[in-house]
């Protein structure tokens, strides 16, 4: 044990890594900081509980590939969660609400107990969460969902109106009176 022990530590003398922090507050707590990460705990706060600092935990991930899978793993489960209670809210759910009431019965041998009986069961429904589903669809279909939609014109536009000042004061007269007719309203342009 003594001899594997002295091969571990010349292996890691010989790629240049000392014992440090890692090896004392990080590396025996890789299974909890795997728990950590299940839990939600941001990486700012892993390295606070870990009692190093914010910048020595990245460069750790970057080290050691035990931390980064710890941390990865963790993550993966929470993400999953995270994922299945937003489709769940966006589509809406049922589920059952249980009333329950103390009840004291006699047993021959305890005497009287106390135990919890079911008094009466209703199905409650959640009705989809249209913020939720938003959501949803502008992460999962970006290009279908996204708030600012780009829209290719192909082709030219035809400008057939004519600039007023190209137009004599007769030429507008009579273009006023054409729109106030197209539009019902019937009083000719004032000369």
Same mark, same amino acid.
């Given at each position: 044990?003594?001899?594997?022990?002295?091969?571990?530590? %010349?292996?890691?003398?010989? $790629?240049?890594? %000392?014992?440090?922090?890692?090896?004392?507050?990080?590396?025996?707590?890789? &299974? &909890?900081?795997?728990?950590?990460?299940?839990?939600?705990?941001?990486?700012?706060?892993?390295?606070?509980?870990?009692?190093? $600092?914010?910048?020595?935990?990245?460069?750790?991930?970057?080290?050691?590939? #035990?931390?980064?899978?710890?941390?990865?793993?963790?993550?993966?489960?929470?993400?999953?969660?995270?994922? /299945?209670?937003?489709?769940?809210? #966006?589509?809406?759910?049922?589920?059952?609400?249980? =009333?329950?009431?103390?009840?004291?019965?006699?047993?021959?041998?305890?005497?009287?107990?106390?135990?919890?009986? %079911? =008094?009466?069961?209703?199905?409650?429904?959640?009705?989809? +969460? =249209?913020? #939720?589903?938003?959501?949803?669809?502008? /992460?999962?279909?970006?290009? #279908?969902?996204?708030?600012?939609?780009?829209?290719?014109?192909?082709?030219?536009? /035809?400008?057939? =109106?004519?600039?007023?000042?190209?137009?004599?004061?007769? %030429?507008? !007269?009579?273009?006023? +009176?054409? &729109? /106030? !007719?197209? !539009?019902?309203?019937? $009083?000719?342009?004032?000369?």
């Amino acid at each position: 044990m003594m001899l594997l022990f002295l091969f571990y530590l %010349e292996v890691n003398i010989m $790629a240049g890594e %000392e014992k440090g922090k890692y090896y004392s507050h990080v590396e025996p707590k890789l &299974l &909890l900081i795997e728990a950590w990460a299940r839990d939600g705990v941001i990486d700012e706060e892993i390295a606070k509980n870990l009692g190093i $600092a914010y910048s020595t935990l990245r460069d750790y991930i970057k080290k050691h590939s #035990a931390l980064s899978a710890a941390l990865k793993r963790g993550k993966e489960v929470v993400d999953v969660e995270v994922e /299945n209670a937003l489709l769940k809210r #966006a589509l809406g759910y049922q589920y059952d609400e249980v =009333t329950k009431e103390l009840k004291t019965v006699i047993d021959e041998e305890k005497g009287p107990i106390d135990i919890l009986v %079911e =008094t009466k069961r209703v199905t409650k429904e959640v009705q989809p +969460d =249209t913020t #939720a589903q938003i959501f949803w669809l502008k /992460n999962r279909r970006p290009q #279908a969902w996204r708030d600012k939609q780009e829209v290719g014109l192909s082709g030219g536009l /035809n400008n057939t =109106t004519q600039d007023l000042s190209d137009m004599t004061p007769d %030429e507008r !007269r009579a273009r006023i +009176d054409e &729109l /106030n !007719r197209r !539009r019902g309203i019937g $009083a000719p342009a004032a000369t």
